[in-house]
């Protein structure tokens, strides 16, 4: 009897060995049931925000889209960027006796008018910080000094051939000799006249399409580099160069007008601020159990009308909110200061691209979320990508959430 026993649990063990592993995920899947639920929308509104610059913003000349580019700032350095570092106001002295001085911009666009050129300008003023990067635009130039009726001619150059080379810049060099050199230091150099240290740059005619060039967080940056001849004593002379650098910029542009059509879509347009908030009806998430799970989810936005080309991408972003909307007209900071108030809750920003005339976000996310209690509405703004182009504009169509989720 006893060799049946031990017999008996050496087949066992071999069984047990050769038996198949266990996977309880695919277990339990066996005995979940799959739902597929629409959420549907309760509200949705457009808002516009003041309109935030992105960074690694570009100085944009041209019209294109119905947006006019009026003109661009750069401030420059007070002091070179080289060691010793030279004061702007150093180049008057004396003892120093300037040959030449190039103002250089780059670009990556290609351009061939023969029409119009790029102008150079010093704005006079006895203010240092005459514009901020991030507030000053084309809705706030009400509260400061008229930048063209404030600022000299200092040179310009034609917009005719310009090609990126094989490092992918052209490089746009404003050179200053003789007369022009006289009035660029007397106009700009002096800064115990005219602390500014900012050029406007505006194109003289019409230029009916978008032409940028690199601005001041770029590699390729504005700069300004003086070459001269300083005296060290009464036999010793110096030949040699400073170079100033740009340290803020910003494009004006008029941006697109809100109109009717707006205020009956989705509608996001970073250059105007336009931005829009779809509410969904969230009882059914609120009634599920602890252990339902919401497996996936997308929300779905088909364009309704836009002015991208073929060559464009658009990226669409969808964020939670940190505060409930109550009011579902209109909004605009332009009429309402609080408008800037609206809070995204970063615990949920996602961004996806426009492909084939629609949109889809996956928001399972959001939504378990949601469900745990990390968030407390049921709201998702939706808005322009800082990566997209301030003049592109999209009109969406906003579908159902479709939501697929599992009961163990």
């Known amino acids: 009897m006893k060799k049946y026993k031990i017999l008996f649990a050496m087949v066992a063990l ?63 350095t007070l002091f070179s960027g080289y060691l010793p570092p030279t004061n702007l106001m150093d180049i008057l002295a004396d003892s120093i006796s300037v040959d030449s001085v190039v103002v250089y911009f780059f670009t990556q666009d290609s351009l061939d ?108 940056a504005p700069k300004m580099r003086v070459w001269y001849t300083a005296a060290i004593d009464e036999s010793t002379a110096l030949d040699t160069f400073a170079t100033f650098f740009s340290e803020s910029d910003v494009s004006i542009f008029n941006p697109l007008s809100v109109n009717n059509d707006d205020l009956n879509f989705i509608s996001i347009n970073s250059g105007s601020g336009l931005k829009s908030i779809i509410e969904f009806d969230f009882s059914l998430i609120d009634s599920l159990a602890r252990n339902e799970l919401i497996k996936s989810s997308n929300l779905r936005l088909s364009i309704q009308s836009s002015n991208l080309t073929e060559d464009d991408n658009f990226f669409v972003v969808a964020s939670a909110l940190n505060d409930s909307i109550t009011e579902w007209n209109y909004s605009t900071f332009t009429e309402n200061d609080s408008i800037s108030n609206i809070v995204i809750d970063s615990n949920f920003a996602i961004s996806r691209k426009i492909n084939d005339g629609s949109v889809e976000i996956p928001i399972q996310s959001f939504l378990n979320g949601y469900k745990n209690g990390l968030f407390k509405n049921n709201q998702l703004m939706i808005f322009s990508s800082s990566a997209n182009s301030p003049f592109d504009k999209v009109l969406l169509n906003p579908e159902p959430i479709e939501l697929i989720y599992v009961k163990p």
């Open 14 to 76: 071999l069984v047990s060995c050769n038996e198949e592993a266990i996977i309880y995920d695919k277990i339990n899947t066996e005995y979940e049931s799959i739902y597929t639920e629409s959420l549907p929308i309760t509200n949705f509104k457009t808002v516009q925000e003041f309109p935030i610059r992105p960074p690694n913003s570009k100085l944009y000349f041209g019209d294109i889209k119905e947006s006019e580019n009026v003109f661009s700032l750069v401030q420059m």
């Open 113 to 220: 008018v023969d029409d119009v050129d790029l102008s150079l300008y010093s704005v006079l003023a006895e203010e240092s910080d005459l514009f901020s990067s991030d507030s000053t635009n084309y809705y706030t130039l009400d509260n400061y000094i008229d930048f063209e009726q404030n600022s000299v001619l200092l040179n310009d150059i034609s917009l005719s051939s310009i090609y990126p080379d094989s490092l992918g810049y052209d490089t746009l060099k404003f050179i200053f000799k003789d007369e022009k050199l006289q009035k660029l230091k007397d106009n700009f150099f002096d800064t115990d006249n005219n602390t500014a240290r900012t050029f406007l740059l505006k194109t003289n005619d019409q230029l009916n399409e978008l032409f940028s060039i690199e601005g001041a967080s770029s590699y390729a």
